[in-house]
């Protein structure tokens, strides 16, 4: 094993799960545990829970759940061997063993990379506060020097290598620089030139606070307007968010903002709306969104108001709405983006704007009867095709109620007609699939039926609550009385741990288990609540239904052998069964 018992259990010991999870997500306290809409599927209602009791995270939507390291493992495409590697770095643990080269070699470029880009921030942030004219570009922007500091702004040098002589300086190699996406090769020659030279430096920062790339701005009408890093290993455009690294850091955040550029989300931080980021361009993925809904469920589309603006926020919101969000669209006056609107229209402007968005389908409604002359029989048909296929994937009888009694007076289309549209569209439709693609894993959050099976899961909890009332556990019942192969082998992880006088945590002895199927269960089942008992009487019962669901199962053996007996014959062996099975019977009860 690359990593010994000792050195896993320190890593675990020193990444609280709580801490290591609020690096990716908002946590939300709820009893004794915290919760979260889960990163792993589409959900609106959160069914995420993390233990910091027991160390462990346990979803009940889609079943998923593990410790510390499973969850890094997860979230950051690691093998078991980096994710180790990833918190005990975390934790300023020095790991010395030499094995697995390949997979300590990778996580060395990466934080070789982290490097290169952080001395670079530093090199633009330089060169900003030492130039008059992008300096002035910015504060004819209205940006203050408060805001130029948080977000790291800074100037590309109106040089051909400046940043690649300074990287040099400091020790870092050419290579390194062309793999970090800062330098190009040269078409006519075989030399390499800076990427980014005469344009207004953005950072872009991931949820770990590591600079990740670059976008650069011209400060005149030059094309083109912005350039972005190249993908690199530890950039990729689709998978990461500008400015979400400030907003995470925000307790209870109602909702999100997106918007297009860079400015906009900069000087939205600047007015006050700080949960504002913006997407790396117009093409929203699915990974996107499912990162921002870790944060917020409820989002909000405020792109600019041209033709390109308003096409990207169609798409936006289809990729939002299949993860589920509740989506909303914030509508600017034309010609106008968020930046240009808060600067010239004010704070409380922009905050009535957010109040007034609209929801996914009002927003669908709108744009259906955009530009259509209700005076014209034709234009009120389209409309009530387009609006009744809007229509058709609400769930809520109430909601498509609400809508067609708005929208047949505006429209003046009857409501009975719009109905019988609805239905026939429905009835079309009645055997697609579910166009959410959400999972209804109702049997993840029932209890089991069966009453050994639910002793065996207490008695597995209170193990993890008290090491003493382990001991006694364990003092009365052998690991072997475990029926469920997993309780079993849990079980037996338990005694071992007590055996070598180790204190139990269930993030650890999720660890000891051999494949990701059985880390799920076993989260599952370490997740249970205990009844409202006082835990020697559970204890007790929970051993005696044990012990007596294991007599009852010997008494059916017996039963059958005797019935055996009695067929060949042999009646005295049968009777020596019988008063066998009485006995059993009789300790039973």
């Given amino acids: 094993m690359f990593f010994s018992e000792q050195l896993i259990s320190e890593i675990i010991e020193k990444n609280d799960i709580v801490d290591v999870i609020s690096d990716y997500m908002s946590l939300k306290k709820s009893g004794s545990n915290y919760m979260c809409l889960c990163p792993f599927h589409s959900e609106k209602s959160p069914s995420f829970s993390v233990s910091s009791t027991k160390q462990i995270f346990n979803c009940f939507g889609c079943g998923v759940g593990g410790n510390v390291i499973t969850f890094v493992q997860k979230m950051e495409r690691l093998e078991f061997i980096e994710a180790l590697k990833f918190l005990a770095d975390r934790a300023g643990i020095e790991v010395n063993d030499t094995k697995n080269e390949q997979q300590l070699k990778k996580l060395d470029f990466y934080k070789a990379l982290y490097r290169i880009n952080q001395e670079t921030a530093r090199f633009f942030y330089s060169n900003l506060n030492k130039s008059k004219a992008p300096m002035e570009y910015l504060k004819g922007r209205g940006l203050n020097d408060n805001t130029l500091k948080s977000f790291g702004l800074g100037y590309s040098l109106n040089e051909w290598n400046s940043l690649m002589n300074y990287l040099r300086q400091k020790g870092y190699s050419q290579e390194l620089m062309q793999k970090a996406g800062l330098i190009a090769k040269s078409e006519k020659s075989s030399g390499y030139y800076d990427k980014f030279r005469n344009r207004v430096m953005f950072p872009i920062i991931d949820l770990k606070g590591n600079v990740i790339a670059f976008g ?90 041209d033709i390109a603006g308003q096409s990207a926020t169609l798409k936006g919101l289809a990729i939002l709405e299949k993860e589920g969000c509740d989506v909303k669209v914030l509508t600017i006056p034309s010609g106008k983006d968020p930046d240009e609107f808060v600067r010239k229209e004010g704070v409380e402007a922009f905050r009535e704007r957010i109040r007034k968005s609209v929801s996914l389908i009002e927003y669908k409604i709108d744009n259906a009867k955009k530009d259509l002359n209700i005076d014209n029989i034709q234009d009120r048909i389209r409309f009530t095709k387009e609006f009744s296929s809007i229509l058709k994937d609400l769930e809520s009888n109430v909601e498509i109620d609400a809508y067609i009694k708005k929208y047949s007076n505006i429209m003046r289309v009857n409501e009975v007609a719009i109905y ?103 989260a599952r089942l370490l997740s249970y609540e205990l009844p409202d008992k006082e835990l020697d009487v559970l204890i007790q019962s929970s051993i005696d239904i044990i012990n007596k669901s294991k007599i009852t199962r010997r008494i059916e053996e017996l039963t059958s052998k005797m019935n055996e007996l009695f067929q060949t014959g042999e009646k005295d062996k049968a009777n020596e069964i019988f008063n066998e099975i009485k006995e059993l019977q009789r300790i039973r009860k």
Avoid: W
Avoid at 246 to 253: A, L, R, T
Avoid at 262 to 288: C, K, P, R, W
């Fill in 420 to 522: 019988a549209e609805l239905n026939r569209l429905k009835e079309k439709h009645k055997n697609g699939n579910n166009k959410h693609n959400i999972v209804n894993n109702k049997d993840a959050q029932e209890k089991p039926k069966n009453g050994e099976l639910i002793a065996e899961i207490y008695l597995l909890n209170i193990c993890m609550s008290d090491s003493n009332k382990a001991k006694n556990i364990f003092n009365m019942l052998n690991p072997e009385s475990f029926t469920h192969s997993l309780n079993k082998e849990i079980a037996y992880i338990i005694v071992n741990k007590l055996n070598e006088g180790k204190s139990l945590n269930a993030g650890e002895i999720i660890s000891r288990l051999e494949n990701v199927e059985k880390q799920n269960k076993a």
């Fill in 216 to 305: 650069g701005r011209v400060m005149d009408d030059s094309k083109p307007k912005y350039l972005n890093s190249p993908e690199t290993p530890v950039f990729n455009k689709g998978n990461n968010i500008y400015g979400l690294n400030f907003v995470k850091k925000q307790q209870n955040i109602e909702n999100i903002i997106i918007v297009e550029g860079y400015m906009d989300v900069i000087a939205l931080h600047q007015y006050g709306i700080t949960n504002a980021v913006a997407s790396l361009g117009t093409a929203f993925t699915e990974n996107q969104a499912k990162l921002l809904k870790r944060f917020s469920n409820e989002i909000i589309i405020a792109y600019d108001a």
